[in-house]
């Protein structure tokens, strides 16, 4: 072992190439390493938590005993650098690049159009990539495996899946390519036009997957590892030790010298540990090289599996068993891999170790309640020796002093799963996340063992349950009383943490409902009992299926209005595409930390800088603000949590952060502070002016109604999660005041004011610039500017370049999302359905722009409303809508006159391609044979109005160069954010001088070459930018008319030259000028829009009503978008925005504590949609025949109209919840808030066992979560 304080040489490979680091810190993970130190910046951070994928690289490791070269995929913001000892490494720059050669993969991944913003394509690319270099022909399960740990948040997952499935052996038949029959089904699709319909792709063109191109393993490594005398490493840092023992012997003195020093596995603890909550651990032992840890031994009570396997690998040998013994000694194996197939991402199993994972002793575990249940042991080694101890409740219990403090395991820990029973005894287990149920004996139980996970701080026994039930029979009698037990033995109190406290304990009757079933079916399938099961619990179906894509495609020879890929896709898909956080740093750049925040509402008493600026690299703070519209750091109160106060320079990232965690703030806590709707209202909080519409004379209308209903909804917020985090570089040119900034914003013209209002200087000293931006969704446009205000106020101070990108919890914490909504109304109508008279009332202003802009809360409202008419009349609420659908030349209530023929036809399209009615029989059907398991359906309309109202936003500007090679350059006043504006613009510019696209190029948006632009946003983008770009371009071709005409066959590039010797300006500003719309607030009336766009959605799932889980079987969707520019992008725009929709509705939830702090501060707590809520059947159809005179080539905006469509799925889980309640005896209307979480839709199908849990009294206890 090297002498204390002196650090060994690191030694591993990336991407082929040899790095030696001498002084590598136990806190530097590999991205970071990579990003900053190497450059390699096509690695993304997303999250820095290993829960987005966005940092995906494929580690490779030659192991000695087998001679074989294992690859996995692994997260780099977790991979400590000091754990890659003798590893190969491979990001997403070794696999291909565009100088020299694509991968496949990433080839595919871009054609197929699975590249939008682009953010988080190196990931996808690499997670597919090691499933290849593993697996070259994998099935559709193992591509939604390997992808389910890679969010994004732009694409809705359809064309990444589309282009990974090319890869798929069944992917070469009809079934696959979208055609619709299969040949697989014995169908033939006769019908030449079918095969004639335009594709998005053509796979045709994909380069082959040859894995003879592939990057090697380093020999020098298998030399290395091979050769080497084993020894241990110390890799010393600034603050940490990290020591890496090579045997056992040395590992357990190490430990027994330091007992408090953590055992490093995965790093998928301890690792979020120290960067989220600033642990510091001097010493860090890394066992990986102890080779007693990665032993695998068959016993004949089982197998023993050393603590330091992975969990896939963990995986892996238990498929393996399967295969080798029968069935009824393997269903522990069985129930593991389940449990296996659902816990983290792929990244995380194959890191995250099994010693690590007992020994974390989550509440939450997956696997420890299967483990104790199966009685399985773990052998554990100290100084003192070896023992064996059972993996039951008291381990878990005791194990933090236990494991910190005296043993280490051998082997670490060790369980032993028992694969043999005795003669007639049976092994059973529940298929359910968080609860391990076995069962021996059959009708008089002998034994059983049930823990439950989520119920206590660590897994819990449910042992008086389990005495409940051993020795009786096992009939409804024992599980009554069970249940009865059950309830009285694991309480949770009404404030525990993690809430959902009537949920979590209704689940844990579900659980054992389910088991009972499987126990009966079981028992069933042996002739054991004769009687009908109930029901027999399947898993809800979870294979993607093909899907279709139809929309009208203009010829081959015009660059608008046929399919063409992101132009910027491949760069994105092999890491070359530059982000504001990838700009290489400047000499001397300093970062910038924020300070924010801990109190909602207080007087700040004291801050003090004076520690954090003496901490190493800290260079200075900014505190003092000048201010621009809004305070920009709190100066003397703050009014919520995450506030900023101050900002820390530093050296480096790191080094700033901890300066921002070193200054000390003194807050006097200020009374009432207010956190939910309720209490604004009450306290009547309220932004003026208070806005109404009113249309005719609601009283009297509702005197006239044969019915009314009251009813409430809530809506909760939502995060953007752009999969960018807000970045920005200030960099200070050095004269004059002039300042080139780098800012991730939507809005540069109002980012650029901000500044200059800010510093006080003119508006023509602030160059911004942005390439692309990383997704936005409304969310890159106010807390941008006022973040690029703090940075330059710093480059301003300092004289310095300065750079900010906040984390991805900072992000949530500070920015603000979309606004909840709390709503309630009432509404008349007549028995046959017409609504005639609605009066809504809704609060809390918008917290930010977001993707529909306060529309789809007002319409979730709205389309709720119909549902509950439905619902009282008994009727289906497809019929409701139909019924009081716009229909004919209509006006809204606003006043505003329009057509709305393409709504209905939308309508009509959509229900004859999803064949609502058959399937509506059929989803009935279903509902009567499954009680617990129901199917909904529901059909819901959008139309959304494009354009500002604030007038002077409808308008832009382009500039268009022509060099003299004939090479033409477009700016616009947009940005790109992943929406493919600039793609479209030079579509845009391709039709209108006749040129290829090729020959166009946009380098980027910047304020110096198109000034005073309008954000890009409200799906304006293209009509607005498009329109300039198209001017700009006309003009241009007019002057080259006269030359054209001297020499009608001369090339584009002649007539260029000879344009520019005859002195013609080459270089044009275009420009739009937009429609005039207004709102006349006061008369109720206006024209706010230019146009709408329409669009109709149906969605169809399946729930589990036990446990509130649900899955979309299927989506239609059918859009009138005009005639698209580039239906793959703009069917891109519409899958994405649906998924999002589909988040904000079902699945993403935020959670505030009782003193207003946001705990929902990343993937790991707050839910973005995954490839695992793909609709199985995704289905989008182009309204076909559709003109708009209001924009730019009959087109129309979508990125966000459809995003609304997304609430299709919420109100199909309504109609299966309705199912679930008829069947319990509830009719009617009924409450079920958005989103639609399992707790929600759990407690609202109001089963038998939900209704046994009794509810708290409110105001008798603090929840840990407020209701916002
Ligand atoms: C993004 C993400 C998603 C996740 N999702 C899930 C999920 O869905 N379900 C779930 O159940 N879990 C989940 N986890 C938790 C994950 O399973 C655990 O973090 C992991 O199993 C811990 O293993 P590790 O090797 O990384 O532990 P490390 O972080 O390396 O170590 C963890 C602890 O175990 C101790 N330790 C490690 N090895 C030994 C040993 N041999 N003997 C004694 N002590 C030891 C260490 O001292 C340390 O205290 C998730 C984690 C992340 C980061
Ligand atoms: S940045 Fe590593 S998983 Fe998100
Ligand atoms: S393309 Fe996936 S996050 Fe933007």
Not at 432 to 448: F, I, K, P, Y
Not at 755 to 781: D, Q, W, Y
């Amino acid at each position: 072992m090297s002498a204390e304080n002196e650090g060994d040489m690191l030694c591993f490979f990336i991407n082929g190439k040899k790095v030696t680091e001498k002084n590598a810190d136990p806190e530097t993970m590999l991205l970071s390493f990579l990003r900053e130190k190497l450059r390699l910046t096509g690695t993304k951070s997303g999250c820095g938590g290993g829960g987005c994928g966005a940092c995906t690289v494929m580690v490779s490791r030659y192991q000695p005993a087998t001679k074989t070269i294992m690859h996995f995929s692994a997260n780099a913001c977790l991979l400590p650098l000091c754990s890659l000892q003798g590893a190969a490494v491979t990001t997403v720059e070794g696999v291909g690049s565009t100088k020299s050669r694509i991968h496949p993969v990433q080839e595919r991944i871009a054609k197929a159009h699975g590249s939008q913003c682009g953010f988080c394509t190196p990931g996808m690319v690499m997670s597919m990539y090691t499933l290849l270099r593993n697996k070259p022909q994998p099935s559709m399960e193992d591509i939604t495996q390997h992808l389910a740990g890679n969010l994004c948040r732009c694409t809705g997952y359809r064309p990444i899946i589309d282009g990974c499935r090319t890869f798929c052996q069944e992917e070469n038949c009809c079934q696959a390519t979208g055609a619709g029959d299969c040949c697989l089904n014995g169908d033939t699709n006769d019908d030449e036009a079918e095969h004639e319909k335009p594709r998005l792709f053509n796979k045709e063109e994909f380069l082959p997957l040859d894995p003879s191109q592939e990057i090697i393993f380093p020999p020098e490594l298998i030399l290395m590892s091979e050769s080497a005398s084993p020894q241990s490493l110390t890799f010393q840092g600034e603050r940490m030790r990290w020591v890496s023992p090579s045997s056992l012997q040395e590992l357990l003195q190490l430990k027994t010298r330091n007992p408090a020093a953590p055992l490093v596995m995965g790093n998928t603890n301890i690792g979020p540990d120290i960067k989220f909550k600033g642990t510091v651990h001097p010493l860090i032992i890394s066992p990986t090289r102890v080779m007693e840890l990665f032993e695998v031994t068959q016993t004949p009570q089982g197998v023993w599996v050393g603590a330091g396997c992975s969990l896939s690998e963990l995986q892996s040998l238990l498929e393996k068993l399967l295969l080798q013994s029968p069935q009824e000694k393997t269903e522990l194996f069985r129930a593991l891999i389940q449990q296996l197939g659902n816990l983290g991402s792929q990244q995380i199993r194959n890191v995250a170790s099994l010693g690590g994972h007992i020994m974390s002793a989550f509440p939450n575990s997956d696997l420890n309640p299967v483990l104790a249940a199966g009685s399985c042991r773990v052998s554990v080694i100290s100084n003192g020796g070896r023992r064996e101890v059972p993996l039951d409740q008291n381990f878990f219990v005791r194990d933090s002093a236990f494991c910190l403090y005296s043993l280490l395991q051998e082997g670490g820990v060790c369980p032993s799963f028992p694969t043999g029973s005795e003669e007639g005894e049976q092994l059973l287990h529940g298929d359910h996340r968080d609860e391990g149920v076995l069962l021996r004996g059959v009708s008089v139980v002998q034994d059983v063992s049930i823990y439950y996970g989520g119920m206590g701080p660590t897994t819990v026994s449910a042992s008086k349950t389990c005495q409940a039930i051993i020795s009786r029979r096992w009939d409804e009698e024992t599980l009554s009383r069970a249940y009865d037990v059950l309830l009285e033995e694991l309480v949770l109190p009404p404030s525990a943490p993690g809430g959902k406290v009537e949920f979590r304990r209704s689940l844990t009757l579900s659980f054992l409902f389910k088991f009972n079933l499987e126990v009966l079916q079981r028992l069933r399938d042996m002739n054991v009992i004769t009687d009908e099961v109930p029901e027999k619990m399947q898993p809800l179906p979870k294979e993607i299926q093909p899907s279709l894509q139809e929309f009208q495609s203009q010829s081959e020879q015009d660059p608008v209005g046929r399919p063409m890929m992101h132009r910027s896709a491949l760069s994105q898909a092999t890491g070359e595409a530059v982000y504001c956080d990838d700009i290489p740093t400047t000499d001397g750049e300093l970062f910038l930390a924020l300070v924010t925040s801990s109190r909602a509402k207080a007087r700040i008493t004291g801050l003090d800088v004076s520690e954090a600026l003496q901490l190493p690299g800290v260079v200075d703070k900014v505190r003092e603000m000048c201010g621009y519209e809004e305070e920009l750091l709190a100066e003397s109160e703050v009014s919520c949590v995450g506030q900023m106060l101050c900002a820390v320079l530093a050296d480096t990232r790191a080094h700033a952060r901890r300066g921002a965690a070193a200054v000390k703030v003194g807050y006097e806590d200020l009374p009432e502070p207010i956190f939910t709707t309720e209490e604004a209202i009450e306290k009547s909080s309220f932004y003026e002016p208070l806005r109404s519409i009113e249309r005719g004379n609601v009283t009297e209308a509702f005197k006239t109604v044969d019915q009314i209903h009251e009813g409430e909804f809530r809506m909760g917020g939502q995060e953007h999660f752009y999969m960018e985090t807000q970045s920005m570089l200030v960099v200070p040119v050095g004269e004059e005041t002039e300042f080139n900034v780098y800012v991730s914003s939507q809005y540069l013209s109002f980012t650029q004011d901000a500044i200059a209002e800010t510093l006080g200087i003119p508006s023509n000293r602030v160059m911004c610039h942005v390439k692309r931006i990383g997704g936005a969704f409304g969310g890159k446009v106010f807390k941008t500017a006022i973040l690029a205000c703090i940075t330059s106020v710093a480059a301003w101070k300092t004289n310095r370049a300065v750079r900010c990108v906040l984390e991805r919890g900072e992000d949530m914490l500070i920015t603000g999302g979309r606004h909840p909504v709390l709503a309630k109304y009432k509404v008349g109508f007549m028995h046959d359905g017409r609504i005639v008279a609605a009066d809504i009332q809704t609060n809390l202003p918008s917290n930010t722009a977001f993707r529909g802009f306060g529309v789809p809360q007002g319409l979730m409202v709205l389309e709720n409303m119909i549902n509950d008419v439905a619902m009282a009349l008994g009727r289906p609420a497809d019929q409701i809508r139909e019924m009081n659908m716009y229909e004919g030349p209509s006006i809204t209530h606003y006043k505003f006159a329009f057509s709305p023929e393409n709504l209905r036809r939308c309508w009509q399209e959509c229900k004859e391609k999803c064949e609502f009615s058959a399937r509506r029989s059929a989803v009935q059907e279903f509902n009567l044979q499954h009680r617990w398991r129901k199917r909904g359906m529901a059909i819901v309309p959008v139309k959304f109005g494009l354009a500002f109202s604030e007038s002077f936003l409808n308008q832009a500007a382009a500039l268009v160069h022509i060099y003299k090679d004939g090479s033409v350059l477009v700016s616009h006043g947009g940005t790109e954010m992943g929406q493919g504006l600039h793609t479209k613009m030079q579509q845009v510019a391709s039709r209108e001088l006749h040129i290829p696209a090729s020959k166009i190029y946009i380098s980027e948006t910047s304020t110096n070459t198109v000034p005073n632009t309008s954000p890009s946003g409200g799906s304006y983008g293209t009509d607005a930018n498009g329109m300039a770009v198209k001017d700009a371009c006309q003009i241009l071709y007019q002057r080259l008319e006269p030359i054209r005409k001297k020499n009608p066959k001369g090339s584009w590039e002649s007539w260029v030259m000879a344009a520019f010797l005859d002195k013609i300006s080459l270089s044009v500003t275009g420009f739009y000028r937009g429609p005039d719309l207004y709102m006349d607030w006061e008369k109720m009336e206006g024209q706010p829009y230019a146009y709408f766009t329409f669009g109709v959605c149906c969605c169809e799932v399946e729930l589990d009503c036990l446990t509130g889980d649900y899955r979309t079987v299927r989506t239609d969707i059918v859009a009138d978008i005009g005639k698209s520019v580039n239906p793959s992008m703009d069917i891109g725009q519409i899958e994405g925005a649906f998924m999002q929709g589909l988040g904000l509705f079902t699945l993403e939830e935020l959670k505030f504590s009782p003193a207003g702090l946001l705990y929902t501060r990343g993937p790991s707590q707050y839910k973005i949609p995954a490839v695992c809520d793909v609709p199985l059947h995704f289905n989008v159809y182009l309204l076909s025949d559709s003109d708009n005179p209001h924009a730019i080539y009959s087109s129309k905006g979508i990125g966000e109209p459809v995003l609304f469509l997304g609430s299709t799925a919420f109100f199909a889980i309504k109609d299966a919840v309705s199912a679930a309640r008829s069947d319990s005896g509830l009719f009617g209307p009924f409450s079920l808030n958005s989103p639609a979480t399992p707790e929600r839709i759990c407690l609202a199908c109001a089963s038998p066992l939900t209704q046994k849990i009794p509810a708290s009294k409110p105001g008798s206890f603090t929840p840990w979560a407020l209701n916002i």
